[in-house]
């Protein structure tokens, strides 16, 4: 069965370089979910998306931004790269929209370093 | 503050012995979802409970959840040096947002 798609799987860039990760769901799954987790930390929820439209907002810096497109796959931007945004980042995706009773169903993560 | 804590933060078992996780949380939920991650790769899904749901079971996998004392178990019957990994609760809150708020993680380490 297809799974989530996040690429690239590993990413080294330099302090404030900007960095963009990307998100492929699940086919026929309609919301993206992003979580950051940092070295030896639990995953943080940094936002996420339904059709297209943002639809919850976590711990997201200002220097982060995100979005869905038409063929629902998202992408992540991060501009102004700081050493504390080292981690592993993680994209989610679910058939259910709003109200949550699905499962998550999370791809095997971008491992962001900044140098 | 975390939504989820975990304990223990470590566990260190023998194969074959049972493992029991503990996740407590604060704030009502819609459903208790626990995750395995190996070492520094992906969170694997095993098992959502519901907050209307008292125990479930999966293969070698019982969950229990207590809606009362805002609680939940993870219990791993007969472990194998495979189950060796950390161990994440993650909680759905009732109030209709998505995200999933993680407790802090067991570590497992099951020795052959």
Known sequence: AAGVIQSPRHLIKEKRETATLKCYPIPRHDTVYWYQQGPGQDPQFLISFYEKMQSDKGSIPDRFSAQQFSDYHSELNMSSLELGDSALYFCASSPGGTGGENEQYFGPGTRLTVT | ?112
């Open chain 2, 1 to 112: 503050s975390q939504q989820g804590e975990e304990d223990p933060q470590a566990l260190s078992i023998q194969e074959g012995e049972n493992a029991t996780m503990n996740c407590s949380y604060k704030t009502s939920i819609n459903n208790l979802q626990w995750y395995r991650q190996n070492s520094g790769r992906g969170l694997v899904h095993l098992i959502l409970i519901r907050s209307n749901e008292r125990e479930k079971h999966s293969g070698r996998l019982r969950v229990t959840l207590d809606t009362s004392k805002k609680s939940s178990s993870l219990l791993i019957t007969a472990s194998r040096a495979a189950d060796t990994a950390s161990y994440f609760c993650a909680t759905l809150l009732a109030s209709g947002f998505q995200k999933l708020v993680f407790g802090t993680g067991t570590r497992l380490l099951v020795s052959p």
